[in-house]
């Protein structure tokens, strides 16, 4: 008769030896094809943050800021104030800025998300404030030697419901504590600058 601590561990060795081959084709059938890895490779550089999201991680902070917007062509600008509150989003991935400050002697809030995007290798960027109902959506580059990010879109206009205006957004970094946003419509055949915002950053 076969000691019951040695019957135990035969039966232990047995049960192994038999499951092995069946662990084995289990672990095969799960292991990625080569499609599916190089699925997981490319949706891994995409969700990745690299250079261009550090890029915009150096807006990220409180800042005040001074607006002038052109209502008429060679008209004085109307002035107003505010601030501003850049905040990275998803590990780095996106920048939210919330905006508060005037328009018209009315409070005006202003939401905006910035990001880049690994695939479509440009950046891109969301606008939407208390002023209107509608999301904007543009998308932009960025130029090292004038460290100026450009993006162009198009808006809804309020005069002409279902038509749209072409836009360009110019943000021109000018130092660690100060850029400076253009905004430009074009009306007419002709872009016009209609509205300037000039950032400091709040020490």
């Known amino acids: 008769m076969v000691p019951q601590p040695v019957f135990f561990r035969i039966l232990a060795t047995i049960s192994v030896a038999a499951a092995l081959p069946l662990l ?9 094809t080569a499609h599916q890895q190089a699925m997981m490779e490319a949706w891994q ?24 917007m052109w209502m008429e062509p060679g008209a004085a600008p109307e002035t107003s104030t505010g601030t ?14 919330e905006y508060k400050g ?9 939401l905006g998300l910035t990001g880049y995007d690994n695939v479509a290798q440009h950046f891109t960027a969301t606008w939407a404030d208390n002023m209107s109902t509608s999301i904007m959506l543009m998308t ?8 100026t990010f450009t993006y162009k879109g198009d808006m809804d206009d309020v005069m002409k419901p279902g038509t749209k ?10 130092g660690d504590d100060s850029h400076v946003m253009e905004w430009y419509e074009s009306r007419g055949g002709k872009e016009l600058k209609t509205m300037e915002i000039s950032y400091t950053r709040q020490k």
């Open 165 to 174: 205006v072409k836009v360009r957004q110019v943000v021109k970094v000018l």
């Open 102 to 110: 005037t328009f018209n002697g009315m409070p005006f809030q202003g």
């Open 140 to 147: 932009g580059t960025y130029a090292p030697a004038t460290k």
């Open 24 to 32: 084995a084709q289990a672990a095969k059938e799960k292991a990625p």
């Open 45 to 68: 550089k995409a969700a990745t943050p690299g250079s261009n999201h550090k890029l915009l991680a150096t807006l990220t902070g409180q800042w005040n800021f001074t607006t002038k």
């Open 84 to 97: 501003a509150a850049y905040t990275p989003l998803m590990d780095g991935r996106y920048i939210q800025g």
